[in-house]
C-alpha cells in the first residue's frame, strides 16, 4: 500500500489567514486527487494534478503537485468559513483503480 | 442528475450481528467502490465492482462482502459484527474504472455496540 501522509493534522485560523497543506508520500504516483469532506456528507472531488510540477488553480485555492510526483500542497488565500471541512489527498493505488487516501488535515476557519 | 445515494444513512447493531448497506451509483455509472472511513485509519479501501464484477478488493476480512446488480446497485455485507466495524462506510460510482472521476455518496455511519 503507498501511503500518503498529510499535514497538519489539525488546523485552526481565522478568517482571511492564508494557509497551506501537504500530502507526502514516499511512493510516486500517476495522479494525485485532492477532496475536501464537510460533517455528514461525502468528500467532494476539488481537483486531479496528473503532470510532475503542475499548479492548478480554483479560485481561492493552489493546489501543486511535485515535479517527482510523490507530493503535493494546497494553498488557500484569504480563508473563509465556508472553507472549514476536512482536506484529504488520494492517490491512484497500485492493485487496479482502488484509491490510497491520505487521513486529512481538519480545517477550522472562524469569522 | 442525481449523485449518489446510501441507505440507511444511520444504522445501530450489536456485536455478532449481520448488516447490509445498499448504494445507488450515479445513473450510468458503471464501477462502484466502497470505502470506510474511522478516526483511526482515515478511508481505506474495501472492494470494487464493475459490470457486476469484483475487480479489487482492499485488506479487510471476510466478513466483508459485497456484490452489484445488473443495473450498477451494489450492496455491502458485514457479518459478525464487532465494536471496531464501527465506521462511515462510503460508497463512490465512476463511469468506468481505471482512473476515472470518482462521485461519492453520503455514507452509511454504522454504530456496533
Known amino acids: 500500500t503507498q501511503l500518503l501522509e498529510q499535514s497538519p493534522q489539525f488546523l485552526s485560523i481565522q478568517e482571511g489567514e492564508n494557509l497551506t497543506v501537504y500530502c507526502n508520500s514516499s511512493?510516486?504516483?500517476?495522479?494525485l486527487q485532492w477532496y475536501r469532506q464537510e460533517p455528514g456528507e461525502g468528500p467532494v472531488l476539488l481537483v486531479t494534478?496528473?503532470?510532475?510540477?503542475e499548479v492548478k488553480k480554483l479560485k481561492r485555492l493552489t493546489f501543486q503537485f511535485g515535479d517527482a510526483r510523490k507530493d503535493s500542497s494546497l494553498h488557500i488565500t484569504a480563508a473563509q468559513p465556508g472553507d472549514t471541512g476536512l482536506y484529504l489527498c488520494?492517490?491512484?493505488?497500485?492493485?487496479?483503480?482502488?484509491?490510497?487516501f491520505g487521513k486529512g488535515t481538519s480545517l477550522l476557519v472562524t469569522p | 442528475k442525481a449523485g449518489v445515494t446510501q441507505t440507511p444513512r444511520y444504522l445501530i447493531k450489536t456485536r455478532g450481528q449481520q448488516v447490509t448497506l445498499s448504494c445507488s451509483p450515479i445513473?450510468?455509472?458503471?464501477?462502484v467502490s466502497w470505502y470506510q472511513q474511522t478516526p483511526g485509519q482515515g478511508l481505506q479501501f474495501l472492494f470494487e465492482?464493475?459490470?457486476?464484477?469484483?475487480?479489487n478488493k482492499g485488506n479487510f476480512p471476510g466478513r466483508f462482502s459485497g456484490r452489484q446488480f445488473s443495473n450498477s446497485r451494489s450492496e455491502m455485507n458485514v457479518s459478525t459484527l464487532e465494536l471496531g466495524d464501527s465506521a462511515l462506510y462510503l460508497c463512490?460510482?465512476?463511469?468506468?474504472?481505471?482512473?476515472?472521476?470518482?462521485?461519492f455518496g453520503p455514507g452509511t455511519r454504522l454504530t456496533v455496540l
Open positions: 445513473s450510468g455509472h458503471r464501477s
Open positions: 488520494a492517490g491512484d493505488g497500485n492493485s487496479g483503480y482502488a484509491l490510497n
Open positions: 511512493s510516486v504516483f500517476s495522479s
Open positions: 463512490a460510482s465512476s463511469f468506468d474504472s481505471g482512473g476515472d472521476t470518482q462521485y
Open positions: 465492482y464493475f459490470s457486476e464484477t469484483q475487480r
Open positions: 494534478v496528473v503532470t510532475g510540477g
